[in-house]
């Protein structure tokens, strides 16, 4: 157990549809990550959050939001979903926003859109 | 622009050799390089970090090797067992020194030790 808390695990859904990942941080970490695994690919990095406020934004769709509230833990809401959403989304958290850091991840939320 | 490479997407090695994973990176501004390993059904977890300052770093069974001048890093395991089997990513901070430590990841590497 990473400390890194995702829910739900699994995910079905429909095209269209509107979903929300959720992501409670190790204890103690100020800043969460969120990234997505596609099928064959490797870790894209999708939004970064710091005690609440937005630090960097990667390649992120107009269709996804994120936020981080005051206790800490974050939501990824992914809307209008298309098939190729279908992925492993992770969340990872950290003490430091920037500098040298370790990265803790959790175990994923797996979203497959039909 | 993937910044961070490895261009192996998968290596075989027998129980008890070494096991060595290379990565590239073209950014000469990256700073700080780790190591994910991750299994299947599992998110990535902390291997192994070295910092630019040092050529090698040593944790055990794990040693990163770091080459500047060619852009170059390596994981070595020694020995390989059965339970390393996994997905290794590199990955370095994107803004190193700067607002953020977001990682930018290589595409991974998959390492089956055949017993």
């Known amino acids: 157990d990473s400390g890194v808390t995702q829910t739900p695990k699994h995910l079905i859904t429909a095209t269209g549809q509107r979903v929300t990942l959720r992501c409670s941080p190790r204890?103690?970490?100020?800043?969460v990550y969120w990234y997505q695994q596609s099928l064959d690919q490797g870790l894209q990095f999708l939004i970064q959050y710091y005690n609440g406020e937005e630090r960097a934004k990667g390649n992120i769709l107009e269709r996804f939001s994120a936020q981080q509230f005051p206790d800490l833990h974050s939501e990824l809401n992914l809307s209008s979903l298309e098939l190729g959403d279908s992925a492993l989304y992770f969340c990872?958290?950290?003490?430091?926003?920037?500098?040298?850091?370790?990265?803790?991840f959790g175990a994923g939320s797996r979203l497959t859109v039909l | 622009d993937q910044q961070v490479k490895q261009n192996s997407p998968s290596l075989s090695v027998q129980e008890g050799r070494i096991s060595i994973l290379n990565c590239d990176y073209t950014?000469?501004?990256?700073?700080?390089f780790l190591w994910y390993k991750k299994y299947p059904a599992e998110g990535p977890t902390f291997l192994i970090s070295?910092?630019?300052?040092?050529d090698k770093n040593e944790d055990g069974r794990f040693t990163v090797f770091l080459n500047k001048s060619a852009k170059h890093l390596s994981l070595h395991i020694v020995p390989s067992q059965p339970g390393d089997s996994a997905v290794y990513f590199c990955a370095a901070p994107r803004d190193y020194g700067g607002a953020t430590n977001k990682l930018i990841f290589g595409t991974g590497t998959l390492l089956a030790v055949q017993p």
């Open positions: 950014n000469s501004m990256f700073d700080y």
């Open positions: 070295i910092s630019s300052i040092k």
């Open positions: 204890s103690g970490d100020l800043s």
């Open positions: 990872a958290s950290s003490y430091r926003g920037s500098g040298a850091n370790v990265l803790t």
